[in-house]
């Protein structure tokens, strides 16, 4: 798999783990991943925004267990750590949704500098996701 | 199949996907052509992940052990 396209729409803890694991293992393997951050999921984008992101609803009393064990297989148990991580591999792209920056107000001042920036769905679908090998949504 | 001599050891114990993945692709760009890795997992996943991690990108797994719940694999490096 030479291109993969993930996009993101929840922003708790459990919920956004799993896509950025993935794109983790792809972007190890020379995978070219571009990650759209849309709706609640673009709060993730900011250094607030990504410090906050917590376990929801039924789950939530388990956090602390899960951030342990994610701790002791190996990766970052935190979100923008794992965000630079990401970066850092050179094969990963994040970019936030114009419409979700809108609505929960992520704007080129407060999004982190790992990100690639703020995009329209047009871009990402004709530029990206339709040329993209694979693709995934969360 | 003949004794491979290990050029390098990769102990990935007590971690799990995708960690194993991503830390044996780190450590076999850094071999030359020939070299033997030597990766030490516990996670049983890796049974199925590394022998298909070697079809995909063109590496030589020479082995695969198990003893005491560790995991060894023996990968050359061929590309």
């Known amino acids: 798999m030479k291109s993969m396209v993930i996009v993101m729409r929840d922003d708790s803890y459990d919920k956004i783990l799993t896509p950025l694991v993935f794109a983790y293992l792809a972007s190890a393997e020379g995978t070219q991943v571009d990650i759209l951050f849309v709706n609640w999921a673009v709060k993730a984008l900011t250094v607030e925004g990504a410090a906050s992101l917590c376990m929801d609803g039924q789950h939530a009393a388990d956090e602390s267990m899960v951030r342990e064990n994610v701790a002791k297989a190996g990766l970052p148990n935190d979100i923008y750590e794992i965000l630079k991580a990401l970066k850092a591999s050179g094969c990963v792209n994040l970019y936030a949704c114009s419409l979700a920056g809108a609505i929960f107000g992520v704007n080129e001042s407060n999004l982190i500098p790992e990100a690639e920036g703020i995009v329209g769905a047009s871009w990402f679908l004709n530029d990206k996701a339709a040329k993209a090998d694979h693709c995934q949504y969360f | ?79």
């Open chain 2, 1 to 79: 199949m003949s004794e491979a001599t290990v050029t390098s050891t990769l102990d990935t114990s007590g971690k799990c996907c995708p960690m194993p993945i991503v830390e044996t692709n780190k450590a076999m760009k850094s071999l030359t052509i020939g070299d033997v890795l030597e990766i030490i997992a516990t996670d049983t996943g890796t049974k199925k992940d590394i022998p298909s991690w070697c079809d995909r990108t063109g590496q030589t797994l020479l082995s695969m052990t198990e003893e005491n719940g560790a995991i060894h694999y023996c990968v050359r490096k061929d590309r």
